[in-house]
């Protein structure tokens, strides 16, 4: 059975960082996309990184974090990372990591990477208030 467990959240004042993490067990770890997404109250759950967790590593980004946050991984310890650097209050949010169960051979990633559908296993999320 799939499990992710994310943690890492808190709260910081704007300008700060945070990272976060995401231990991912009951599968065989790699070949696969990662993601994190968030979501805000009283807002729709949007994309924010994701990862190839296989060879090259590839990522993607959502214009709202592109430059401030990065998405790695640690493939022995089956974690996938979020750093979060110049917070800004709108990145208050329920974050969530999830995995998409497609096995892939090095892609490219894309807009695509971010589609939600893509995604069958979620963690339960860690929380982000950022202050102004």
């Known amino acids: 059975q799939v499990q992710l467990v994310e943690s890492g959240g808190g709260s910081v004042q704007a300008g700060g960082s945070l990272r976060l993490s995401c231990a991912a067990s009951g599968y065989t770890y790699g070949s696969n996309c990662m993601g994190w997404f968030r979501q805000a109250p009283g807002k729709e759950r949007e994309g924010g990184a994701a990862?190839?967790?296989?060879?090259?590593?590839?990522?993607y980004y959502a214009d709202s974090v592109e430059g401030r946050f990065n998405i790695s991984q640690d493939n022995a310890k089956n974690t996938v990372y979020l750093q979060m650097n110049n917070l800004k209050p709108e990145d208050s949010a329920m974050y969530y990591c999830a995995r998409d169960p497609r096995p892939m051979v090095a892609p490219s990633l894309g807009p695509w990477a971010l589609r939600q559908s893509r995604y069958n296993s979620w963690g339960q999320g860690t929380q982000v208030t950022v202050s102004s």
């Open positions: 990862i190839y967790t296989g060879g090259g590593g590839s990522t």
